[in-house]
């Protein structure tokens, strides 16, 4: 009697849950798109400065959490932008100067860590990164690049050239070639018109010139503002989609200006400190700007995940008198802000490493465990594939076969033996020339050659 009377109470019980389950299943939207805001420099002490300069902040106001997030890189307490930049892009810890490689294997000669960009471009979904710094500025390299060094300017804009994605955009990067940049398939776009006036389905590289546009305080009408960059950018992924888009938006100007209002590293102040605040705050202004708009395409959308944080945090800004002053011209260790709109994807007041960002992004999204983060083997992109398209092909076989009789150069930071010598015997010859073209033809493996290199490093 007892058990058949238990038994009547669990079947009661999940009358009751049944029709709940569903509901609750039904609460929780599938979350297609990510949209990873980073202030580069932004402590949380400068949302107080912003707010101390009558600027009416929408991003903490209206996040759904504020966390922070602990942002030292694999070698230093604090972090470059680099190092950071790879942590929020990859999921892994690096060291300083290092554009998307792990930190025991900087020159990425076994494997890379892949940024959570690159895996949703590999899903089919539309991709994008955005800058108010060069294109090839550290943040935006960590989301399209994997290079040893943030200086590898070269390196970083041939691989974002290759990388496929839907739209790169920041300032000019110096010599920037145009025609190069359209040869391999893209709309160079250098105005707020020709910017504003792009398709959809396009594919676009933004060179901006000027410096004015960078601010709010002076702005320019014939350069975009990040927030017009942002509107435009999630325009352009979002339309038509069902795949859902990644994309990263940088507020480079807020390290940018932080750092100048020091006239030294050791704190001392520059002569025109007020202005230079001033500065700082504005560019607060015009990320907080894009933040408001990607925070209300979210609200409005009810797919996306909106995360706003920052790499690190510039200029040691601390209450002084009663005023946020900066007492550094230098980046510190202080945690991080995070918010989010949207979905929840950190507590309230929850603290955790930067890395661990993009994988609760993968994990809101529904990626599956293994797909992020994620490394790929060098052999594949890396050996034979000397132009950086993503494919061994005739091309590379030519490339290489140019460079073994001298009528070409590797480029001032390619690393010869990692990108043509894929016998390794030392020199590059007509011999992996032809390693090239067979493999660009199916009758070689690139993992073959990787082979080689193992054990010729083994003896
Ligand atoms: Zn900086």
């Not at 290079?147 to 974002?160: C, G, H, L, V, Y």
């Not at 920041?170 to 398939?185: C, I, L, P, S, Y």
């Not at 305080?217 to 979002?238: F, N, Q, R, W, Y």
């Not at 994620?374 to 993503?390: E, I, K, N, Q, Y």
Request: net charge negative; proline share 4%; charged share 25%.
């Amino acid at each position: 009697m007892r058990c058949k009377k238990g038994l009547g109470l669990l079947l009661a019980l999940l009358l009751l849950l049944l029709p709940v389950m569903p509901a609750f299943a039904d609460s929780q939207p599938e979350i297609r798109n990510i949209i990873l805001l980073i202030g580069d420099g932004m402590g949380p002490n400068h949302l107080t400065l912003a707010r101390e300069h009558g600027v009416d902040l929408f991003m903490d106001k209206n996040a759904n959490a504020y966390g922070f997030s602990r942002t030292r890189s694999a070698d230093h307490e604090v972090t470059d932008s680099a190092a950071g930049g790879t942590a929020l892009a990859c999921g892994v810890r690096t060291l300083n100067r290092a554009i998307g490689t792990y930190q025991n294997d900087p020159a990425g000669l076994i494997a890379l860590p892949v940024s959570i960009a690159e895996v949703a471009k590999a899903r089919g979904m539309r991709t994008g990164v955005v800058t108010t710094d060069l294109t090839s500025g550290a943040t935006p390299s960590c989301f399209s690049a994997h290079t040893r060094d943030r200086d590898n300017e070269a390196q970083i804009t041939a691989q974002q050239l290759a990388s496929g994605y839907d739209l790169i955009w920041g300032n000019e990067v110096d010599k920037t070639d145009r025609a190069a940049v359209e040869a391999a398939g893209w709309t160079c776009v250098s105005t707020r018109q020709e910017m504003e006036a792009l398709p959809v389905g396009s594919r676009s590289f933004g060179q901006f010139t000027g410096d004015t546009w960078r601010t709010t305080l002076d702005p320019d009408g014939d350069v975009p503002m990040l927030a017009g960059m942002t509107e435009k950018a999630i325009a352009l992924l979002s339309t038509n989609n069902t795949k859902g888009f990644f994309l990263m938006v940088e507020g480079a100007h807020i390290d940018k200006m932080s750092h100048k209002t020091q006239k030294n590293e050791d704190g001392t102040k520059d002569p025109n400190y007020p202005s230079k605040v001033e500065r700082a705050v504005d560019a607060m202004r015009g990320f907080d700007n894009a933040v408001r708009i990607a925070a209300e395409f979210a609200a409005k959308d009810g797919h996306t995940v909106v995360l706003v944080t920052a790499d690190h945090e510039t200029g040691d800004l601390r209450p002084e008198n009663g005023v946020m002053t900066y007492h550094s011209g230098s980046h510190t260790g202080v945690n991080v802000p995070v918010l989010v709109f949207g979905p929840k994807v950190i507590e309230d007041g929850e603290v955790l490493d930067n890395k661990e960002i993009p994988a609760r992004l993968a994990a809101v999204c529904g990626w599956d465990k293994n797909a992020f983060p994620a490394a790929r083997t060098v052999s594949d992109v890396l050996f034979g594939d000397v132009d950086f398209d993503g494919s061994v092909s005739a091309g590379d076989a030519r490339l290489t076969l140019r460079r073994s009789v001298g009528l070409e150069d590797y480029g001032e930071e390619t690393l010869p033996f990692l990108v043509s010598d894929v016998d390794f015997d030392g020199i590059v010859t007509a011999g992996d020339a032809r390693a090239v073209l067979r493999a660009s033809v199916g009758l070689e493996e690139p993992s073959v050659w990787r082979a080689g290199y193992f054990a010729r490093t083994a003896g």
